[in-house]
């Protein structure tokens, strides 16, 4: 009698919570979840009876490396196998990723591409015109059939949460406007080799601006040049004669930050904008190797090119 009611109990734990019919639930999935995290969760909300039972199903069917990440529409009413099953197939959202760095074109670029029928890539540069630097990079869940305006709706709720909420006592405090932080943040996003120099570059170009001395930052000339159907980036190398471009952007010709944004800067790239590091250099150089190398006199600097670069 004691095997018998042991064995069925174990049958039960792999049947439905309920008979009854249940509203589906969204049961998000995140990139890289561990199974033994998804099968406490699916526990915890009440839609399997036991994350054993379910780890047993994925083991046994040999499930671990291809249950996706994304969303699913999940009930009560499903039992582990159907579950387990669901979670393999058909996730009803898209996982997209936008790095730091990217400049609106190259966002709408990269979303269209997606295969998502509603978003239209020059309804988004249409909708976002004004908001370089406020479309928040990160790696979203999106529905399949979300809308330029939808999506951008999320950048910019995203860009709140993240920035002008946590962070709007240092942005009050601050001698610059949000506008200005932000392209700061974004020279210092495409000029930085790594995070932990990103404060040390804010810091000198903070020293230029202070003392009213030309920012000389190549990633404008980039940004004014725009794509380069050559080089087939939106980032082409920047030649000597592009110093010489009538633009507000160019940061040869004005000794001043420019009028916007280049690009969507990340987290640490705001956070440095907002804190530079106390320095007094005002040169910078990369290496061949990414190693950063400043100086405090243009001999200095001089040198370091010399040393570095030649």
Known sequence: MILIFFFFFIVSLFQAQTNIDQKNVRFVIPKGQAISIIASRLEDEKLIKSKWAFRFV????????????????????????????????????????????????????????????????????????????????????????????????????????????????????????????????????????SEAEMPLVAGILSNRLRIGMALQVDATLQYIKGYSKTELSWWPNPLADDKKIDSLYNTYKHASLPPGPICNPGLAAIKAALNPSSTSALYYIHDNAGKIHTAETVEEHNSNVNKYLR
């Open 58 to 193: 994925v083991y046994k069917n040999n499930l671990a490396n291809k249950i996706q990440a994304g969303s699913f529409e999940l009930s009560a009413n499903m039992d582990v196998w159907q579950i387990s099953n669901a979670l393999t197939t058909g996730t009803d959202d898209l996982w997209v990723t936008l790095p730091e760095g990217w400049r609106r074109e190259e966002i709408a670029d990269s979303i269209s591409k997606q295969g998502l029928d509603n978003f239209k890539a020059e309804e988004f540069l249409t909708l976002s015109k004004g908001l370089e630097g406020q479309l928040f990079p990160d790696t979203y869940l999106v529905p399949r059939e979300i809308t330029s305006a939808a999506f951008l709706s999320l950048l910019k709720n995203t860009f709140a949460s993240k920035i002008t909420t946590p962070f709007a006592k240092e942005i009050s405090a601050s001698q610059l406007s949000l506008n200005q932080i932000l392209t700061l943040a974004s020279l210092v996003q495409r000029e930085s080799a």
